[in-house]
Nanobody, 120 residues
Framework: QVQLVESGGGLVQPGRSLTLSCAASGFLLTSYTMNWYRQAPGKERELVASIDNTGSITDYVGSVKGRFTISRDNALNMAYLQMNSLKPEDTAVYYC?????????????WGQGTRVTVSS
């Protein structure tokens, strides 16, 4: 079946690094823009990083620019979010999203979310 499965979250101290992974099964990521969203406690879901289907164009929310890197490996049907210099305000549940434009709108697949807690 169609699935996105996230892994890599956990408890990390400020200033440390963490890499999140998103594994797709049941479909190929080659045509999909990949996005990472996060939802922090008491806040709405926020788009933090995007990468186009070829991996040539990336975009980041200003608060993570220079610290986070989104990447993908279409041959492995995977996407990643490398998070460096983590801050307490990065604490959130992080969600992997695969999106493709279709006639009349978009098709989306979502991962289950992985929790990242940045705390000393």
């Amino acid at each position: 079946q169609v699935q996105l499965v996230e892994s890599g979250g956990g408890l990390v101290q400020p200033g440390r690094s963490l890499t999140l992974s998103c594994a797709a099964s049941g479909f190929l990521l080659t045509s999909y823009t990949m996005n990472w969203y996060r939802q922090a406690p008491g806040k709405e879901r926020e788009l933090v990083a995007s990468i186009d289907n070829t991996g040539s164009i990336t975009d980041y929310v200003g608060s993570v620019k220079g610290r986070f890197t989104i990447s993908r490996d279409n041959a492995l049907n995977m996407a990643y979010l490398q998070m460096n210099s983590l801050k307490p305000e990065d604490t959130a549940v992080y969600y992997c999203n695969a999106r493709v434009r279709e006639r009349g709108g978009f098709a989306n697949y979502w991962g289950q979310g992985t929790r990242v807690t940045v705390s000393s």
